[in-house]
């Protein structure tokens, strides 16, 4: 059996840690909205603030002409899963 040193298990700790926390941010930054702006052509732009729901499972983008449930995207699934 290999005795593995205590600084190693500190480090490890401190990683898992770091890695949570990154995760949390990322999540809260995605929570909170990014702004993008849509090219259609030079003379058409919009601006629009893209979110990620509450419950982690799909984003959603802000104004739209769309009706809610058709503005809002569940590809998200994949990556969060």
């Known amino acids: 059996m290999v005795k593995k040193k205590p600084n190693e298990d500190i480090f490890f700790l401190y990683f898992i840690i770091?890695?949570?926390?990154l995760v949390c941010d990322c999540l809260r930054y995605m929570q909170e909205g990014s702004d993008f702006l849509k090219v259609r052509s030079y003379a058409r732009q919009f601006r629009r603030l893209y979110k990620l729901n509450e419950n982690l499972?799909?984003?959603?983008?802000?104004?739209?002409?769309?009706?809610?449930?058709k503005?809002?995207?569940?590809?998200?699934?994949?990556?969060?899963?």
């Open 71 to 81: 503005a809002t995207s569940k590809y998200i699934k994949i990556l969060i899963s």
């Open 57 to 69: 499972t799909a984003i959603s983008w802000y104004p739209t002409s769309k009706k809610p449930s």
């Open 18 to 21: 770091f890695i949570n926390n």
